[in-house]
């Protein structure tokens, strides 16, 4: 291919690195000031739909594969049932993933009626940002409910099994939500049965430890985990996790617990939004459906 | 050296959405593929493969585009991945010169060197921007994994891309 354009210099690429790294740092101090809002709303409300379009048909993936995978049969047999196949398959697909959400619903039904207290909101998941590949250091997820649904930064966001983690960002159309298993997040615990308070935090592994806890505390492995009455932002007693090991420090009374999360976070398909929890020190404790309890 | 296919204004209007359509995937379909927690980043393939086969002044614009989409879809700060894409482009790309781009070796090169760059870029711009991430445990839990699934996913990737290339544009690529 014959090159039309001048021969360009070094400096020409120098200067191009130079304005496209200004460029995203200007991008960065816009959005900082809030001056792109407009701009990342209009874009939202393009994207969203798309986003969550592509996030339904791509958990269907799995179990079509699977079932692909599954027919061994032979290639007269194949042929003659491939128009049934296909559309069986589909249907199949389509009233797994109605069930899926209809259980899903009823559960969160249950544990709304259960806390007539709060109110929720349903949101689905349309975007996980779990693991560690490069852009998946902090473990958020993305939910498909925004400011146009009523959220806000700081609200709790739970499953019928126990705490994901809360409300870290909000765009008209999404929410980030930040999960207790980052490395940044810190939630106060509670034993359930020997009542020991400490601080939860996330662990760059994905799993969580529960630390200022001493070594003459009556701490068990298996113990459950919720949410304290000292935590200002959560309301008390929900299901964080479970004792899996308890880790002495050398020379130190301090010990830690590591705990198996309550909640599967790389399964999550629904989750809800506490969207009326007043962040008091008083809140009243949630009730804990009888199917999450351990 | 190789000849740099020319700007087309409109091919990057249409590559601005294309790249936005990745970055969905990525969050999406990412999450089927993950390999011991660690998802593919197939927008970083894809830039190291476009600095390589097209040079780094694309590569670099092309970086800057899917960093941004990559950033506004998961939230966060905006600018941080567009950085850390432009830095992986222009170093991979100064292997370029005098290099055959099907050289077995090359998927190797792009995948160890784009994906170190990247992830340290991409790190300590992080650390700059949340106080309260810690980086170094972050790190050492990380790389070595994504290393050798990027280097893995490249092996597949940059085949389809000759491929392709040799179909649409059979003179574009010169060897040597």
């Given at each position: 291919m014959r090159n039309r354009s001048r021969p360009r210099s070094p400096s020409d690429l120098s200067l191009l690195l130079i304005t496209l790294v200004l460029a995203s740092g200007l991008l960065w101090a816009m959005q900082r000031s809030g001056q792109l809002a407009i701009l990342a709303k209009g874009l939202s409300q393009l994207t969203s739909p798309l986003q969550w379009r592509i996030s339904v048909e791509t958990l269907r993936l799995p179990e079509a594969f699977r079932q692909i995978a599954q027919t061994q049969l032979t290639r007269e047999e194949q042929l003659a049932l491939q128009a049934e196949n296909k559309q069986l398959a589909s249907e199949n697909i389509v009233l797994q993933e109605i069930l899926r959400e209809n259980e899903s619903l009823r559960s969160q039904l249950g544990y709304a009626d259960l806390n007539p207290r709060f109110t929720f909101m349903s949101a689905h998941v349309v975007g996980q940002i779990l693991g560690h590949d490069p852009h998946s250091f902090l473990d958020y997820l993305l939910i498909g409910a925004g400011i146009s649904d009523g959220l806000e930064i700081g609200m709790p966001v739970i499953t019928p099994l126990g705490l994901v983690g809360r409300i870290a960002d909000v765009a008209p159309h999404t929410s980030r939500v930040l999960l207790i298993q980052d490395v940044s997040s810190s939630v106060s615990g509670l034993?359930?049965?020997?009542r020991v308070n400490g601080q939860v935090v996330g662990t760059s592994d994905g799993g969580l430890r529960m630390q200022f806890i001493t070594s003459s505390d009556p701490v068990a492995v298996g113990e459950s985990v919720v949410t304290s009455?000292?935590?200002?932002?959560l309301p008390q007693g929900i299901p964080i996790g479970t004792v899996l090991s308890l880790e002495e420090q050398r020379n130190s009374t301090i010990i830690f617990a590591m705990l198996r999360p309550a909640v599967d976070f790389s399964l999550l398909e629904e989750v809800m939004v506490i969207t009326n929890y007043e962040p008091l020190n008083e809140a009243p404790p949630l009730e804990i459906a009888p199917e999450s309890r351990p | 050296m190789q000849p740099q296919a020319p700007n087309n204004p409109i091919l990057l209007l249409l590559l601005f959405p294309a790249l936005g359509l990745l970055a969905m995937l990525q969050g999406t379909l990412g999450n089927q593929l993950a390999l011991l927690q660690v998802k593919p980043n197939f927008m970083l393939l894809l830039i190291l493969v476009w600095t390589m086969m097209r040079g780094r002044r694309e590569g670099m614009v092309v970086a800057f585009l899917g960093g941004f989409w990559l950033d506004f879809l998961s939230l966060g700060p905006l600018g941080i991945s567009s950085v850390a894409l432009i830095a992986a482009s222009f170093i991979v790309g100064i292997g370029r010169r005098g290099v055959a781009v099907t050289h077995h070796l090359i998927p190797v090169w792009m995948a160890i060197v784009g994906t170190s760059v990247y992830i340290l870029i991409f790190h300590l711009l992080l650390a700059l921007t949340h106080s309260t991430w810690t980086w170094m445990g972050e790190l050492r839990a990380n790389w070595h994994t994504l290393l050798i699934y990027q280097t893995g996913l490249m092996f597949l990737f940059l085949p389809l891309w000759y491929y392709s290339q040799q179909r649409l544009t059979p003179e574009a690529i010169h060897v040597g």
């Open positions: 034993m359930q049965s020997s009455h000292l935590s200002a932002s | -």
